[in-house]
């Protein structure tokens, strides 16, 4: 197996440091020879790849390691670029979420108008992104976990059509995992599953052993009582704010019982609920800002301080994993079955043919071949129709730099109530975004 070089964009990312460990744990399964990190904010990113450098020292020494700002060094002799930016950091987040709450609507990193927000602020340096390693490595493939990962899967096929560029996100991986844990098998990777939808807006029609066996009753079991909620230790989605969003499973097994639900469905399908419990004051911003973005940071400078990771706690995850996983199904062409977010192109027979769209592929060697979904059902088309409409509303409006055309995508939202709401909500974002949007007319 040849070794690989990879570059991660937005090295100063909460996930980096867990994504490095996990690497260097992978190395027989996929072997690397360079890691580069690269990220706008050269005081954030120093702080983690200074631990990221120890921490490579220790266990892989043979790895090359540099960390920089300049693109042309970040982008040049690359196979894979990583990508995770916040653009705006955790500083936006917050306002995503209580500028669309101020109005009495859901206010989230993904969903709704705060989704919206973080879209039009994510498109320009993603494209840039996919620009460089264009320039400087055009073999390579542009793995991207960025947010909100269906607008810019949107953006992407539209104005980068012939990029090596693949959108991913790791809720159904994780909701899977829960799902594994909660009949006592070993991970998710024991289970075969079918889903289909859009990102941060998908089911999950069919989960089986790999005997064939049917999961899905024993499952539903589990979440007709809990949800997704488990009572297990701390980690990613562990938080009281996201344990919320993993009991609304439930809800959501009663308006559709024959499928289970991603728990992004929540803030769509209750979203009076999630607005009437939400503490619009103290957000999933600020608890980030104040937890994980703390511990991580603090167990870098811990681990800088002391000069050794041996000690540390920060461990791979399945975030971790199954990006590792894309990239050595696409280096070693080892025809995994991944859940990738793709054009529609008829694998969703009875939906939009130019919709990205979230459903298993298989990945090898020259890239990946969504699988046929078939018919689906009234119900999930028409909440897709909806959703998938706003998402291509806000590209346009960033590529037209039209005010209207983002006033419809806000008010096409099926949390906003009204076109009027969609404005009110809008005036304010343009103004908490004057620095990332375009200048809109
Ligand atoms: P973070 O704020 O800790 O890290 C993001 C980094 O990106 C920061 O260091 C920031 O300086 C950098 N950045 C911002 N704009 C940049 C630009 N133009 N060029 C280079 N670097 C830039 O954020 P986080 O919580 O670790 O999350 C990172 C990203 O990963 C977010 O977009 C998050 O939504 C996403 N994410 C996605 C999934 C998924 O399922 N797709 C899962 C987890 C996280
Ligand atoms: C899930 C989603 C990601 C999202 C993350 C937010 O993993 O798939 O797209 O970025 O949750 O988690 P956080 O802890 O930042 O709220
Ligand atoms: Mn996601």
Known sequence: MEKKSILIAGGGSTYTAGIVVMMLE???????????????????QQKVAEACEIIIKERAPEIEFLYTTD???????VDFVMAQLRVGKYAMREQDEKIPFKHGVVGQETCGPGGIA???????????LA??????????????????????????????????????????ICLEEIMARVINKKSRKEMDVQYFGLNHFGWWTSIKDKEGNDLMPEIKAHVAKYGYAENTPAGQHKEESWLEAMRAGKQLLEIEPDFLSNTYLKYYLMADETVAHANKDYTRANEIIDGREKNVFNE????????????TTIASSEHAVFIVDLARALAY???????????NKG??????????????CIVGKDGYEPMSVGKIPTFQKGLMEQQVASEKLVVDAWVEGSYQKLWQAITMSKVVPSAQVAKDILDDLIVANQEFWPVLS
């Open 300 to 311: 870098c400078a811990r681990i800088v301080a002391n000069g050794s990771a041996k000690d």
């Open 131 to 172: 620009d460089y390693m264009e320039k400087y490595s055009p073999e390579a493939w542009l793995l991207n976990y960025s947010n909100p990962a269906a607008i810019v899967a949107e953006a992407t096929r539209r104005l980068k059509p012939d990029s090596k560029i693949i959108n991913i996100c790791d809720m159904p």
């Open 333 to 343: 062409n080892t025809k995994e079955r991944m859940l990738l977010i793709t054009e």
């Open 71 to 77: 693109p042309e060094e970040a982008f040049t002799d």
């Open 347 to 360: 694998a969703i027979e009875n939906f939009s043919s130019d919709a990205m769209v979230e459903i298993p």
């Open 26 to 44: 992978y190395l027989d399964k996929f072997p690397v020879r360079k890691i580069k990190m690269y990220d706008n904010d050269e005081e954030r």
């Open 118 to 128: 973080y879209g039009m602020r994510s498109i320009g340096p993603i494209i840039q």
